[in-house]
């Protein structure tokens, strides 16, 4: 299995400009989700899925947008880019996405963005 | 609302030393689950170590061991005989419902040879 793998690894932005980070995981897990790490913030939840065709907002969800339309896949799409989201973003993945007690959530490589 | 505080921002420690990193978390939850992950210089996150609330046995894995204590709201790590290989930034996280994470500030560990 590769796991959780991300694509790009890294990227510059010019603000204003649109992008796609793509996420994709091969061990069937229902739960996937976006995180950005930012210095002296930890890991900050933008949004989240439970399964294919089900997503929610997490903690910083403004100027984020996601879809999933099938297990593997959950691309993170930045509409129009700001400086405000330079950041290292990493996507994560668990088996269980419905249930009542979290699975141990397994993290990408992750993306380092430069908006400039 | 849930929140995991990492008060140390930054320890250097000469290698051999045992060093505690510590972490405090708040919930209204009466189920919920700790983490601990790493991220070594290269950048990605490792697991370490999942422990539910019903659980307050310490663990003990290898030179790491955990000590978790519901009466201070606590998640405590202790690498003991610290190696180079261990420097890194420390997260601790807690789940925010079934599979939210919330995290913490991180602690940047140095060890010095």
């Known amino acids: 299995n590769a796991g959780v793998t991300q694509t790009p690894k890294f990227q510059v932005l010019k603000t204003g400009q649109s992008m796609t980070l793509q996420c994709a995981q091969d061990m069937n897990h229902e739960y996937m989700s976006w995180y950005r790490q930012d210095p002296g913030m930890g890991l900050r939840l933008i949004h989240y899925s439970v399964g294919a065709g089900i997503t929610d907002q997490g903690e910083v969800p403004n100027g984020y947008n996601v879809s999933r339309s099938t297990t593997e896949d959950f691309p993170l799409r930045l509409l129009s880019a700001a400086p405000s989201q330079t950041s290292v973003y990493f996507c994560?993945?668990?088996?269980?996405?419905?249930?009542?007690?979290?699975?141990?959530?397994?993290f990408g490589p992750g993306t380092r963005l430069t908006v400039l | 609302a849930q929140k995991v505080t990492q008060a140390q921002t930054e320890i250097s420690v000469v290698e051999k030393e045992d060093v505690t990193l510590d972490c405090v978390y708040e919930?209204?939850?009466?189920?919920?689950?700790l983490f601990w992950y790493k991220q070594p210089p290269s950048g990605e996150l490792v697991f370490l170590i999942r422990?539910?609330?019903?659980?307050?046995q310490n663990e003990i894995s290898g030179r790491y061991s955990w000590n978790f204590q519901k009466s201070t709201s606590s998640f405590n790590f202790t690498i003991t005989a610290s190696q180079v290989v261990d420097s890194a930034v420390y997260f601790c996280a807690l789940s925010q419902g079934a599979q939210k994470l919330v995290f913490g500030q991180g602690t940047r560990l140095t060890i010095n040879p």
């Open positions: 919930t209204r939850d009466t189920t919920y689950y």
């Open positions: 994560a993945s668990s088996y269980s996405g419905r249930g009542s007690f979290p699975d141990t959530q397994y």
């Open positions: 422990r539910n609330s019903f659980d307050e």
